[in-house]
Protein backbone atom coordinates (compact mmCIF):
# COMPACT_ATOMS: atom_id res chain seq x y z
CA UNK A 1 0.00 0.00 0.00
CA UNK A 2 1.04 3.59 -0.66
CA UNK A 3 0.71 7.08 0.99
CA UNK A 4 0.03 10.03 -1.34
CA UNK A 5 0.60 13.62 0.83
CA UNK A 6 -1.25 16.69 -0.40
CA UNK A 7 -0.25 19.77 1.53
CA UNK A 8 -2.90 22.86 1.09
CA UNK A 9 -1.97 26.32 1.91
CA UNK A 10 -4.09 29.57 2.04
CA UNK A 11 -2.80 31.76 -0.40
CA UNK A 12 -0.50 34.29 0.50
CA UNK A 13 -3.28 37.34 0.66
CA UNK A 14 -5.61 35.37 2.69
CA UNK A 15 -6.38 36.17 6.10
CA UNK A 16 -5.29 33.22 8.07
CA UNK A 17 -7.04 33.73 11.94
CA UNK A 18 -6.26 30.42 12.83
CA UNK A 19 -2.72 31.10 12.13
CA UNK A 20 -2.37 34.41 13.79
CA UNK A 21 -4.08 32.72 16.63
CA UNK A 22 -1.41 29.95 17.00
CA UNK A 23 1.53 32.38 16.80
CA UNK A 24 -0.16 34.26 19.65
CA UNK A 25 -0.60 31.53 21.74
CA UNK A 26 3.40 30.33 21.24
CA UNK A 27 4.49 34.02 21.89
CA UNK A 28 2.85 33.88 25.37
CA UNK A 29 4.24 30.03 25.90
CA UNK A 30 7.85 31.50 25.34
CA UNK A 31 8.37 30.20 21.71
CA UNK A 32 9.42 33.91 20.72
CA UNK A 33 12.00 32.67 18.06
CA UNK A 34 8.89 32.11 15.85
CA UNK A 35 8.06 35.07 13.56
CA UNK A 36 4.40 33.94 12.15
CA UNK A 37 2.55 30.98 11.78
CA UNK A 38 0.36 29.68 8.47
CA UNK A 39 -2.00 26.86 9.14
CA UNK A 40 -3.14 24.59 6.18
CA UNK A 41 -4.34 21.37 5.39
CA UNK A 42 -2.72 18.09 5.18
CA UNK A 43 -4.63 14.99 3.45
CA UNK A 44 -3.27 11.52 3.27
CA UNK A 45 -4.96 9.34 0.04
CA UNK A 46 -3.73 5.56 0.88
CA UNK A 47 -3.63 3.88 -2.51
CA UNK A 48 -3.47 0.07 -2.92
CA UNK A 49 -0.82 -1.05 -4.88
CA UNK A 50 2.88 0.32 -5.34
CA UNK A 51 3.45 4.27 -6.19
CA UNK A 52 2.75 5.35 -9.81
CA UNK A 53 3.54 8.41 -11.87
CA UNK A 54 -0.61 7.72 -13.09
CA UNK A 55 -1.56 7.80 -8.92
CA UNK A 56 0.43 10.82 -8.46
CA UNK A 57 -0.86 12.70 -11.39
CA UNK A 58 -4.27 11.41 -10.55
CA UNK A 59 -3.77 12.94 -7.23
CA UNK A 60 -2.59 16.03 -8.48
CA UNK A 61 -5.93 16.11 -10.01
CA UNK A 62 -7.76 15.93 -7.06
CA UNK A 63 -5.82 18.52 -4.83
CA UNK A 64 -6.75 20.77 -7.53
CA UNK A 65 -10.87 20.10 -8.08
CA UNK A 66 -11.94 18.51 -4.89
CA UNK A 67 -9.31 18.89 -1.94
CA UNK A 68 -8.72 22.71 -2.86
CA UNK A 69 -10.19 25.77 -3.52
CA UNK A 70 -8.32 27.42 -5.58
CA UNK A 71 -9.39 31.08 -5.01
CA UNK A 72 -8.05 31.07 -1.25
CA UNK A 73 -5.55 27.96 -1.69
CA UNK A 74 -2.53 26.84 -3.16
CA UNK A 75 -1.51 23.25 -3.31
CA UNK A 76 1.91 23.25 -2.27
CA UNK A 77 3.01 19.60 -2.48
CA UNK A 78 1.79 16.33 -3.63
CA UNK A 79 4.23 13.34 -3.13
CA UNK A 80 4.27 9.82 -1.83
CA UNK A 81 5.40 8.94 1.74
CA UNK A 82 8.40 7.21 2.21
CA UNK A 83 8.63 4.57 5.63
CA UNK A 84 11.57 7.17 6.08
CA UNK A 85 8.71 9.51 6.48
CA UNK A 86 6.16 7.65 8.40
CA UNK A 87 8.87 6.56 11.00
CA UNK A 88 8.48 8.26 14.31
CA UNK A 89 11.13 10.97 15.64
CA UNK A 90 10.48 10.14 19.23
CA UNK A 91 7.95 10.89 21.77
CA UNK A 92 5.67 14.12 21.30
CA UNK A 93 5.63 16.10 24.05
Keep these: MALVIVDVMPKPEI ?52 LSNPVIEDVVSVRFETAADAAPEGPAA
Design 15 to 66: LDPQGKAVASALGRLGFGQFRGTRQGKRFELAVDGPPSAEVLEAAREAATTL
